[in-house]
């Protein structure tokens, strides 16, 4: 099993997106957990997150210098970061104003965004499998956010705007794949997304972290390490129109996350958006593979 993930970009590229969708959704619970729940500053989490993230990262810059950031597409890289900055500083404001189930449900807007960019700016064939598939998966998360519902609100639409902008840093990303190593991507991200953070944190205030938010942020700060890396792995593989429907699996396991950490009970809406998004992610996976064969 492992060597025919190995061998298939499809399968690999799949692989490697759902890990990233795991560790986000373990990211976002303890994220909503410091900022909703303990009260910690929105605009400050974002600093501690990738500057504990780039620390944890250290150890691999100690084994390889500086020449892993080495790179002839240095704007590149500074306009990805800073479009994830701004998408990081709308999605942790928002997740403090609302449940991760309706959080994650607008971000997941981002595969419109991301197939209309690969098909204008990387020129990527987007055939109607992939089109349908990303329409399911956007009608189940519909389904499970219910805007025509009293609990929706106008914060929710924060993770729209990180949908939109992170969109925009996928697309940067897997163009920087065709000529650098995902390290380096990485190991760029980090490095530039720690000060931008800073100076949003010091205009909010900077709050420091004590008690039990020291170690639940030093746990986000490695999940978001290792989910930056992941996400990078999986562009690498497979085309970015391909391997973003699987990233709408990031919704049932949040919304499962949310249930057993804070008790937000999906509802049959719920259920039923969540079999569509899977069957949508299931079945572009399986045509994929129909392809390389």
Request: proline content about 5%; aromatic content about 12%.
């Amino acid at each position: 099993m492992a060597k025919a993930i190995y061998r298939s970009p499809a399968l690999t590229g799949a692989f490697w997106m759902v890990m990233a969708g795991v560790v986000y959704a373990a990211g976002n619970v303890a994220l909503q957990q410091v900022t909703m729940n303990m009260g910690f500053a929105a605009s400050s989490v974002a600093f501690w997150q990738y500057g504990i993230a780039l620390v944890f990262a250290v150890p691999y810059l100690w084994r390889t210098g500086l020449s892993v950031m080495r790179t002839n597409h240095p704007w590149q890289h500074v306009f990805r970061v800073a479009l994830s900055a701004l998408g990081v500083q709308a999605w942790a404001i928002g997740l403090a104003s609302v449940p991760i189930s309706q959080a994650i449900a607008l971000v997941m807007t981002s595969p419109f965004f991301i197939i209309v960019g690969a098909k204008l700016f990387l020129g990527e064939t987007v055939g109607p499998s992939r089109w349908i598939a990303t329409a399911v998966g956007f009608t189940g998360a519909l389904l499970i956010l219910q805007p025509w519902s009293e609990s929706f609100t106008w914060a929710a639409l924060l993770p729209v705007a990180s949908a939109l902008l992170w969109g925009g840093t996928s697309l940067i990303t897997k163009r920087l794949t065709a000529h650098e190593r995902p390290e380096s991507i990485t190991v760029w991200l980090l490095m530039l997304l720690t000060p931008i953070n800073a100076l949003v944190a010091i205009g909010g205030g900077f709050a420091v972290p004590t008690g039990d938010i020291i170690w639940i942020m030093l746990a986000l700060g490695l999940l978001t390490a290792l989910a930056q890396y992941f996400l990078t792995l999986a562009y690498s593989s497979a085309d970015a129109a391909y391997v973003q429907p699987f990233d709408d699996l990031k919704l049932p396991l949040n919304v499962l996350g949310g249930w057993l950490v804070f008790g937000y009970a999906p509802d049959t809406l719920f259920w039923i958006g969540g079999v569509m998004i899977l069957c949508a992610s299931l079945s572009i996976m399986l045509i994929e593979r129909r392809r390389e064969k």
